[in-house]
Every structure is written in structure tokens, then in C-alpha cells.
């Protein structure tokens, strides 16, 4: 019984900081060549590693370091720059970890035809998250992360519409998270009902 409750305690305070995120006012920027406007790192990282607090697969064994690869293209400055705000935000996060288990983050360059699935592998990968691309096909990134398992992440709308899991995207002058449900079954994920209401959900 107390560790129910110590855990519905937990819960409910992950989803007061999830819900004083979203209700923050922000100040848009742009999606670096793209249609959409990007909500700020410092309301994006900390809302994505509580919402992958809720997913009831997200099961690794206690102290093992989760590894987020970041796909960006290095050839392409907006992509490499949204890349390099996401780790200069997670060096500054204060809780650098998802329930409990520390994060780290490994760059991951897809200029080049790179094998994705092997270098996903090589380094352990357990999240990706999508920076803005240019001229890349989603579908390489999607293949990789439904064999594999990997839940995929991203700040563009479109790319959750066009098959990635969960945004963090622009709701007027608040943040929103987005999920598709969809593809977030297809790469291993189960949301809590908790989550999924205050997300808007594509079924």
C-alpha cells in the first residue's frame, strides 16, 4: 500500500510539472527552414523526458543510462543548431534523468548514407529524437525505430503527423503535446490514459 501510494504521489506530481509546462507562455522560434515554429529547449527536453515517464514498456533495468540519439544533418546549419541547443538544454537541466535512470545524448549525423539501424545499435539508442531536416526521408528514420523499438521524438509537427511518436509543438502561445497513437504502438509504446488527456491524440 505505500508503494502504491508513494507512486500515485509521483505520478501526480510528474503530471502537475507536464501541466505547468504546457500552460507556460512561450516565445516561439522558428523551425529553421521549415513551416512550423519550435517551442523553446527549455520547455521541450525537460516535457520529453517526463512524458517517457507515462509509458508503461519504457522498462529498462534500474541505473541503466538511457540514450537519446539526436538525428540532425550536419551539412544543414538549422538542423545542426536546433542539434546543439538540444544537449547545451540537457547540460542544463536540473533532473537529467526518466524515472530514475540518467540520460545521455549522442549525436547522431545522417548527411551521408549512414547505416541507421547499426549505428542505432552500436551506441544503444533507447530514444531519437528528429531535429529538422532537409530532403530526408522520414522513412529510413521510422524503419529503424519500429524494428528496434525505439520511441521517435520531435519538435515538427508534421513529422509526428507523418509517422513519429510524440511532439512537443506550438498551441498559440503554450506548448501541446501531440502523440500519435498509431505509430507510438508500432514502436513499442503504451501511454498512460493519464498522459493521453492532456495530449491531443492522433488515432
Known amino acids: 500500500m505505500v508503494t ?24 516561439v522560434v522558428p523551425a529553421h527552414g521549415g513551416n512550423d515554429q519550435l517551442v523553446p529547449m ?7 523526458l517526463k512524458i517517457m515517464t507515462f509509458d508503461r514498456h519504457f522498462s529498462t533495468a534500474p541505473g541503466e543510462v538511457v540514450v537519446i540519439g539526436i538525428i540532425y544533418q550536419g551539412n544543414v546549419r538549422s538542423s545542426a543548431n536546433v542539434k546543439d541547443e538540444f ?23 545522417i548527411s ?9 545499435q552500436q551506441e544503444h539508442v533507447r530514444l531519437l529524437y528528429v531535429t529538422p531536416l532537409r530532403s530526408a526521408s522520414l522513412q529510413s528514420i521510422l524503419a529503424v525505430s519500429r524494428q528496434q523499438q525505439i520511441p521517435t521524438l520531435s519538435a515538427v509537427s508534421e513529422y ?44
Open 87 to 109: 544537449l547545451r538544454e540537457m547540460a542544463k537541466v536540473a533532473t537529467k534523468d526518466i524515472g530514475g535512470r540518467p540520460v545521455k545524448c549522442v549525436p547522431l549525423d
Open 160 to 203: 509526428v503527423e507523418s509517422g513519429l511518436s510524440v511532439g512537443v509543438l506550438v498551441n498559440g502561445p503554450r506548448a501541446q503535446i501531440l502523440i500519435n497513437l498509431p505509430a507510438s504502438r508500432e514502436e513499442g509504446i503504451e501511454f498512460s490514459s493519464q498522459l493521453l488527456k492532456l495530449a491531443r491524440v492522433i488515432q
Open 4 to 27: 502504491s501510494q508513494t507512486q500515485r504521489y509521483s505520478l501526480s506530481g510528474i503530471l502537475s510539472f507536464i501541466l505547468g509546462l504546457l500552460l507556460t507562455m512561450i516565445s
Open 42 to 48: 527549455n520547455v521541450q527536453v525537460p516535457l520529453f
Open 112 to 120: 551521408e548514407p549512414v547505416a541507421l539501424a547499426a549505428l542505432v
